[in-house]
């Protein structure tokens, strides 16, 4: 009786149908990214992810498979649920980039 109450039924928790975007690929994003495949949550055609640097991205789309993307707007649009793996200060301008190319905001200014 108390053994399904503790124990969360997985069948109840998938994800599997849920794409996901990460912005920022770094050692947070990397280390993000190969957790989730390796625990099975995300297959790699589920995975969105950019970077301003395209050598890393195509460093890690040959690593894992993923999807990459030239600008932070394209992983918001093909996903489900987003992780911002940037540095703090780094934060204010993607979501302006975010507001502004994929909501269509006109002069947003994000302050930290």
Same mark, same amino acid.
């Given at each position: 009786?108390?053994?399904?109450?503790?124990?969360?039924?997985?069948?109840?928790?998938?994800?599997?149908?849920?794409? /996901?975007?990460?912005?920022?690929?770094?050692?947070?994003?990397?280390?993000?990214?190969?957790? /989730?495949?390796?625990?099975?949550?995300?297959?790699?055609?589920?995975?969105?992810?950019?970077?301003? $640097?395209?050598?890393?991205?195509?460093?890690?789309?040959?690593?894992?498979?993923?999807?990459?993307?030239?600008?932070?707007? $394209?992983?918001?649009?093909?996903?489900?649920?987003?992780?911002?793996?940037?540095?703090?200060?780094?934060?204010?301008?993607?979501?302006?980039?975010?507001?502004?190319?994929?909501?269509?905001? $006109?002069?947003?200014?994000?302050?930290?």
């Amino acid at each position: 009786m108390f053994r399904n109450f503790l124990v969360p039924d997985r069948r109840a928790m998938t994800i599997s149908a849920k794409n /996901i975007g990460f912005i920022g690929t770094g050692k947070m994003g990397e280390a993000l990214i190969k957790g /989730i495949l390796n625990a099975k949550l995300f297959t790699p055609d589920k995975i969105y992810a950019s970077d301003i $640097d395209t050598t890393r991205l195509k460093s890690l789309e040959k690593t894992y498979g993923i999807n990459t993307c030239n600008n932070n707007c $394209d992983p918001v649009l093909n996903s489900d649920i987003i992780i911002i793996a940037v540095k703090p200060q780094i934060v204010p301008k993607v979501i302006e980039e975010i507001l502004h190319g994929v909501l269509g905001y $006109d002069d947003v200014t994000v302050n930290p």
